[in-house]
């Protein structure tokens, strides 16, 4: 399911960082919190090769004269709560606001698209593990 959300460019640019933050801090927590057993696990250097690409970018700032343009940005929003379709969410906005974005001249919008543009790239083939490997699956399996 999708919902359509209208926003300001502001106020979509923040809401997609966010998201890219939350998952930043979710892989993260992953991370820190593995089992013993799963400390150098493929899944566990794959947690923390998400959060630090995610935790990677920085929302940047919308300008005062682009702000005062009060573009009005609609997009997509899954209502799914997976990691790759909340990334997709905060990819998908980004994309909306850098084609917004590149039908303004100026340099403000076209240095805002850049920066949107290099932060869409960073994160968009971002490769969220399992929770568990199947190591850990078939330890559950058995204890069950």
């Given at each position: 399911m999708s919902e359509l959300l209208t926003h300001s460019l502001e106020a979509a640019v923040t809401a997609a960082f966010e998201v890219i933050s939350e998952l930043a801090d979710e892989m993260d927590a992953q991370f820190e919190n593995a089992a013993d057993w799963a400390q150098g696990s493929d899944a566990n250097r794959s947690r923390l090769s998400a959060s630090v690409t995610l935790g990677g970018v920085r929302?940047?700032?919308?300008?005062k004269s682009l702000r005062a343009k009060n573009l009005q940005i609609e997009f997509?929003?899954?209502t799914e709560r997976t990691?790759?379709?909340?990334?997709?969410?905060?990819?998908?906005?980004?994309e909306i606001c850098i084609f917004h974005l590149s039908k303004l001249s100026g340099n403000d919008a076209a240095i805002l698209k850049v920066e949107l543009q290099q932060a869409v790239d960073a994160v968009k083939d971002t490769h969220f593990?399992?929770?568990?490997?199947?190591?850990?699956?078939?330890?559950?399996?058995?204890?069950?």
């Open positions: 929302r940047p700032s919308i300008l997509f929003w899954k990691r790759p379709d909340r990334l997709w969410n905060a990819v998908n906005c980004l593990p399992p929770m568990f490997s199947k190591r850990g699956a078939r330890k559950r399996r058995k204890n069950v």
